[in-house]
């Protein structure tokens, strides 16, 4: 059975910098995607970045430049880096995977697709 779990979440002011970890168990495919994806109150899901079993990554564009997704297939454990965060920023991060998955960019474009997801982790920027 595939478990994610989240931690790292926090408060944090603007211009400020947190690391989300995500780790997991119960994977038996090789090919796998992994990503982040957050929600702010009142807004719909958004998919924040990915990354591909060839340590292929995706990101939408308002995180380009300032998030680094990467993983540690030793620890089973996917990260999220975040620099220069801003209240735009705040919302709630989920972890997510997609198996089999060959594209980073399949699990952004339709995460609900073979995907398993995680609890969440509390993101809050202040101005």
């Known amino acids: 059975q595939v478990q994610l779990v989240e931690s790292g979440g926090g408060s944090v002011q603007a211009g400020g910098s947190l690391r989300l970890s995500c780790t997991a168990s119960g994977f038996t495919y090789i090919t796998y995607c992994m990503g982040w994806f957050r929600q702010a109150p009142g807004k719909e899901r958004e998919g924040v970045a990915a990354?591909?079993?060839?340590?292929?990554?995706s990101y939408t564009d308002s995180v380009q430049g300032r998030f680094t997704i990467s993983k540690d297939n030793a620890k089973n454990t996917l990260y999220l880096q975040m620099n220069n965060l801003t209240p735009e920023d705040t919302g709630v991060y989920y972890c997510?995977?997609?198996?089999?998955?060959?594209?980073?960019?399949?699990?952004?474009?339709?995460?609900?697709?073979?995907?398993?997801w995680g609890q969440g982790t509390q993101v809050t920027v202040s101005s």
């Open positions: 997510a995977a997609r198996l089999p998955c060959l594209d980073a960019n399949e699990l952004l474009s339709a995460p609900e697709v073979n995907s398993y």
């Open positions: 990354i591909d079993s060839d340590v292929t990554t």
